[in-house]
């Protein structure tokens, strides 16, 4: 059986799908089972030794140049690769027009959500077989319950995201905890002080405070709060030399972003500040310690931060 699984965006959200890989091989252990993700963020489902090939596509940049030939040249090379795939089936997880469309482009069966599932309930007109998976449960075990609704098994026991996080390019001087003070919101930020005294607990711990940072207007902020926490900051880092900073990490402490839940799919002690979002549909998930805090107009406090974090020191 060759498989194309759809899973494009966001981080958070193709590393909710990771499971379904390992539920899969476990059921069906001859499957080929293949990735269709947003370039940014192919180095997660490499990650997984059970995904045989990642095909990258950049959507997000081709919609906004979609008169530019160059553009029509690159989803038709993309296009053309996903023929070629010899797919059996399309299992989309995301549930929108834009991927139930890429995954018809296979040519093969796509599976998908019904109408009263799917995030966007048109996406359900363009999937051969469709299944009801209740909306309001956590995105992991959406994903996973699709899966098994349409491959014909059961989807039991903890979720298992099976990655390998690569060698490290770049390693803190020392035994180490790792801060994410950054989203692509200003909704989601934290204050700053209160990331200062989440440092300064850390470093009492004996970890050095490992500010993490993606964007040029982000190294700003983690400098500063790195300063005031005699922590480090690291050089610019790609998605796969990011996870490897995180798997090593004793502690992660980060807003509701990608880097965030990929630290917990990794196995470290996480704990997410959720200051615009309720972590319900889509809390921090691991098999290590994990626990999500705050909410939609929720702002939590330092020192409720703290005293979550107290416990998860054990």
Request: charged share 20%; glycine share 10%; hydrophobic share 45%.
């Amino acid at each position: 059986m060759r498989l194309l699984i759809v899973k494009t965006s966001s981080m958070g959200d193709v590393v909710h799908a990771l499971p379904v890989v390992g539920d899969i091989l476990r059921q069906h252990p001859e499957a080929q089972l293949d990735w269709l993700v947003e370039a940014p963020f192919a180095a997660i489902p490499q990650m997984h030794p059970g995904v045989r090939q990642v095909l990258p596509m950049s959507w997000r940049k081709w919609r906004h140049q979609l008169f530019s030939a160059a553009t029509w040249r690159a989803m038709g090379q993309l296009r053309a690769e996903l023929r070629r795939g010899g797919y059996d089936g399309v299992l989309d997880l995301q549930g929108l027009l834009k991927s139930a469309l890429w995954a018809r482009q296979t040519g093969a069966p796509v599976l998908g959500y019904d109408a009263d599932s799917a995030r966007e309930p048109a996406a359900a007109w363009l999937y051969k077989h469709t299944a009801a998976v209740p909306r309001e449960l956590q995105a992991v075990q959406r994903c996973r319950l699709l899966a098994a609704a349409h491959l014909g098994y059961t989807a039991s026991g903890h979720p298992d995201f099976g990655l390998r996080a690569p060698a490290p390019t770049w390693t803190p001087r020392s035994a180490y905890a790792v801060l994410i003070p950054n989203a692509s919101r200003r909704e989601k930020l934290w204050p700053e002080r209160h990331w200062a005294a989440v440092g300064r607990r850390l470093l009492e711990k004996g970890w050095l405070p490992v500010v993490l940072w993606g964007r040029d207007e982000e190294q700003t902020l983690a400098e500063r709060i790195a300063a005031s926490c005699e922590g480090d900051v690291p050089p610019f880092l790609r998605v796969g030399e990011m996870a490897a900073v995180l798997a090593g990490a004793q502690q992660v402490v980060g807003l509701d972003t990608g880097f965030t839940h990929l630290a917990a799919a990794l196995g470290r002690p996480t704990l997410g500040i959720y200051c615009d979002h309720d972590p319900g549909l889509a809390g921090i998930t691991g098999p290590g310690r994990v626990a999500s805090i705050g909410g939609k107009a929720q702002v939590p406090g330092v020192k409720e931060v703290l005293a979550l974090l107290e416990q998860q020191f054990g």
